[in-house]
Every structure is written in structure tokens, then in C-alpha cells.
DNA sequence: ATTATCTATAGATCTATAGATAATGC
DNA sequence: ATTATCTATAGATCTATAGATAATGC
């Protein structure tokens, strides 16, 4: 018994709420399409680290995905969709990995505490992956590029919630809005400091000494 | 009368010592080169802020520079000696606009404090070539890379002297080396971070705004 | 003669698509 | 019939160089 309108798929309940944007594709199966995109991003993921967006052609894509240049393009309309795929597979993947294992028990500062060594610890074991971002993002279309920046917001958004908590249950110094935000942002961007100038750091020093340093140096500002 | 010794240029004593890689060229005049490549570089840096490294062809460099495209491969021998120059160029015009701005005088947390404050406008200032840096310092080949990577460093190191001096006259606390050189990456970072996340931060906080947070965050640790 | 510059182009790709083919479900 | 996939290629570039030309100095 079919409804009587087509009804688009009434909206399945997908996992991710998450402010997605849609890259339009050819195929109707839609498990398929999920199935292939990852396909592509797994590929592509590898191939941009390598290689770097603009030299990976799309032809290597297709070919390390294990499909056919026509395929490919049966799913995005264009090389610069995979690279936003790929972009919000990273984001996810962080996201997903910051999640699984957050700890919110405790006071706000000692779960700040927590969360510090945990974010900086993924971003160690995603460190090509971080990079690849600060690296072309500025290739996508502003509109996938607003969604990317989107999502950057939301991880930071975490480390303001948590430091929001701490404020109110004074486990840490009272702090405004301006400078919560912006500290948010700095122990996000030292985080990726672990990945963006590895070169000067990691022959000095090991992810535990760069953690526990910047741990004491953020948290000794706020208490 | 010519020496007898064709002694390649007795080393005329450049202005700067830093070291650079050499870049050969076809072009026997030496204050030529220095002409053209200035050129070069001036049209380059526009053209690679708009559209990126990959996007700029070889042709548009050469006709923005104010000459064809035979000529400009007179003067490099590759795409990728263009970013060179550019990013060399980039690190000398910070560096200069530091150095001519930076006070040594007073003690070290106070010389400290206004280094800061210039560096963080120096930032404001250089914007675009500072994302330039972060997003196509991976296209230079790996030779090319060290060196750009070096002169970043020594950009840090201003920061490094800067924290010893303040340990060293006890206008900072005691830090011992590992801590001065993190603090010192933080703080170029801090600075970069004003241009990478302008997205986020630029809507908040003026120069001047996040310029006192994070002066007194910094202080306020070392102090 | 030597040096600097220009024009023309070799040679190599690369993205994206059209149209053919194979597989699946009615 | 419909859906998914593949092959072949149109069409558009792009880097780098060879060889010709113009300018400069002995």
C-alpha cells in the first residue's frame, strides 16, 4: 500500500542532526549512495593527505575507490563536492571520537580538565586529517566552506560549554561571555597547534608533555 | 682591471644574513634578478591571495608582473619557485615590521608585553599573507619547505629571547626551557589565529579587544 | 658577442559528460 | 523499464622550452 503522496522519504531519523549539505546525486538508492560515498571518501581521504586536493585527480579517486571515473560522477557533481564530503567525514569522525569519550561528571573544571586531554589526544591520531583541513578548506565554494566552518564552530562550542559550567558551579574564576568564547577557541586552536607545527614540536616534545604543559597553562589562568 | 680570480661576487655584503635558498636564473645582472623577482613576487602574492597557489597560472603571474611568460622562466625555474619567493618574501616584510617596531627596553615582561601587542598588529596587518602561509606551504617542495619552515622558527624565537630575558630579570617567574619555547609557539600562534579564525573571531572582538585578552591571559600565566 | 625578452607551441594532462552496456525488478 | 556502471572522448587548459628577435656593450 503506497501513500498517496510520494512523501519524500518521511524524513528516517537519521543518526546525524547535523546541518548537512546536500550533494546532489544521480542514483536512488540511498544506502548505495551512502555506501559509495564512503567508498569515496575513504579513497580521497588518503589521496588529498598524500598529495594534497588540486593535485589528486579525479580519475585516482574513482580508480582507489574501486569504481570507474563515470561512477564517480554518478555521485557528486564535481571534484570539489568530494572534498566537502571529505571534509564533514573529518568533522564527524572528531566529533564522534570527542563524544565516545567525554566525560561530563564532576565539576566543569575538572571535566575541562578531562576534555583537554582527550581533544588533544585526537587530535594527535587525527593529526593528517586536521591539516588537510587548514589546508583547503579555502578550495571549496563558499557555501560548502560556510557549512565546514559551521561545524568548526560547533566542536569549539564544547570547550564554552564546559567552561560555562565551571563558571557557574565556581570550579573556575568568573569569566563573560567574550572571554569564554575566546578561550574556547584557544584550546581548540592549540590543539591543532600539536598538528600544524609537529615539525617544531614534536622532536621537543611527546603528545603527554604538550598536553600536560598547555593543561596547566589553560587551567592555571582559570582557577 | 679585472681580478684574476673570477671570484664569484666577493660576497658584497647583502643587507640580510638570513639564509635563503638560491634560486637560479638565467640572468646574469644581479640587481636585475632582484628587480624582476621583486615583480614576481608583488604580482604573485596578489594573485595567489585571490585564487589560490594551484588556480594562478604561470601566465597570469607573468603578464600581472608586466612581462611574458618566456621571461618569468629567466628568472625561476618553476611554478614552485614562485611560492618560494612569496613566501620568503612574506617572513622578511614581517620580520622587518617587527624589528622596526619592536622596544627592547624596560624589563623583559614589559618588553614582552608590547612585542605582543606588535606582533598581534603586524598580524591584523599581514592577514592574507599569513593564511597564504598556513594553506600553501605544502605545495613547496621539500627543500624549499625547510627553509620556509626555518624562518618561521626564527620568528618564534623573538618570542623565546623575549620570555628568557623576562626569566632571567626575575620580571617573570622561573620557566625552564621546554616551558619558554611552548610559551613562545603559543604566542605566535595566538597571533596567526587572529587571521586563520577571522570567521569566528573578527565578528566579536576587535584587534584591540582580542589583542588585551590575550596579552593578559599570557602575562597573567607567566606573572 | 652577449644578454634579455618575446612568440609560438610541444607535450601532457584533467574535468566532466555522452552514449553504450550490464544488471535488476516488474 | 529502470537503475547503475563503464568506456571513450570532447574540450579546455597549463607548464615549460626552443628558437627568433631586439637591445646593449666591446
Known sequence: MKPLQPSPAPAPETETQEPARDIPTEVKDAGLVAKRRRQIVDAAVQLFIQKGFHKTTTREMAKAA??????????????????YLVCQAIHLEMEQRLKERLKFAGTGAAALSAAIEVFFEVCDQMSDHILLIYQETKSLPKESMRFVLAHEERITAIFADLLGRGVADYSLKPLDRAQIELMAHNIAVLGHMWTFRRWALAPRFTLEQYTELQRSLILGELT
Open 66 to 83: 574501486g569504481f570507474s571515473i563515470g561512477t564517480l560522477y554518478e555521485y557528486v557533481a564535481s571534484k570539489e563536492d568530494v572534498l
